[in-house]
């Protein structure tokens, strides 16, 4: 028996006397400790002995193995069992982490074939491949470019006219799905009509061009003269309209003295020829001195009043059915009235005086014809021939048309 530890801090005196007082001492049976007196232990620095035992000497036989079983050693090992109870258990690990491109589809993966190649259905970020992802999947499409390009339609085909993609980055416009010329889109998936060269009804002309001055106009209708177009090397001109008193006259031929047309705030008079002492010369002023004509005369001092005659007689000194014509409006009829000033008019014409003979008669006077009366108001001051009906007339529609045997046929005036 080893002595508690503790036991080893008691002075040894008081230690001793208390195992000898106890070693000494009989105990009765009735003794509650349960302690018996026929066996007495002897405790000495703690060192505990048994009757019969000599402490620290062994005096067994070893060779007899009865002698003392309690002392040998059991050897309770199995020599059957031949189980390793040692813990092997290697707690590394070594599992190798998901990644892409290990040939396992593994979360946030839309697919993983274990290569690098981009021309297949799965990239090398293990995303699904698709058209517009800029990588040609092989045997499936012919071009990739993110979008659509000159050379590549945006479902990732080879552009072609005719496969019912307009693609605008290649020039089409438009493309009905075939190669067919006459349906609207051409086979080169242009828009067919007037100007795409093409000569289709209802077009007269197609030159494939907005150029107004050649033969076809961009309406694709011939050029003409009247068009308001001026056709390069045929027309001198093309105002649009038919008027020949302005600087355009018949045949987009521009204005000229001695083109027969009284050319307005330019001409006096244009008689067509080349005679310089008729009444009308050569630079189209009126020669109306001391003759009428039946051009149209200027009556010196008004503003663009002119008069003609229907025919002169009398060595040109008698206009017969006279017409008046003011700014650009003609069919003047002057009528017998109170303010008819003859010897005025006789020298607004060039001519000294006036002979004092007129005639009246009968004389139409429809629209655009109009009756007139001589004043010296309404457009200007000075005396000039008016419109019959209200007065003003100046470049201004006559208003009155019930003429009816009082309309001037014949007047005479003097060199």
Known sequence: MRLDPRLASLPLLALGLTLACNAGEGRDTDDPTGLSNASTTTTTMGTTTSPGTTMGTDDTDDSDPSSDSSSAPTDTTDPTD??????????????????????????????DDGNADNADDCLDSCVAASCGDLFVQAGVEDCDEGAE??????????VECGDALQNAAAGEVCDDGNTEDGDGCSAACTLEGCGDGQVQAPEECDDGNADNTDDCLDSC???SCGDGNVQAGVEECDDGNADNTDGCV????????????????????DDGNNVDNDACSNTCKAGCGAVFSTNWCLQQGTMMQYTRCQSVTNGGNTCNNPEIKYGNIEGGIPRQHGGNQFPT??????FSN???????????CLAPQGGLFGCTSYDENTWHWCDWQDGDWYNEQLD?????????TSITCTP
């Open 345 to 350: 008019w006789c020298q607004q014409l060039g």
């Open 354 to 364: 006036w002979s004092g003979q007129v005639s009246y008669g009968n004389r139409p």
């Open 82 to 111: 031949t189980t390793d109870t040692t813990d092997t258990t290697d707690t590394t690990d070594t599992t190798t982490p998901p990644s892409c491109g290990d040939g396992v589809v593994d979360d946030g993966e839309e697919c």
């Open 250 to 269: 018949d045949g987009c031929v521009a204005a000229t003295c001695g083109d027969g047309f009284v050319q307005a705030g330019v001409e006096e008079c």
């Open 221 to 223: 209708v011939a050029a």
């Open 400 to 408: 009155w048309h019930n003429c009816g045997g009082t309309e001037i």
């Open 149 to 158: 390009t000159a050379t590549c339609d945006v479902d990732c085909t080879a």
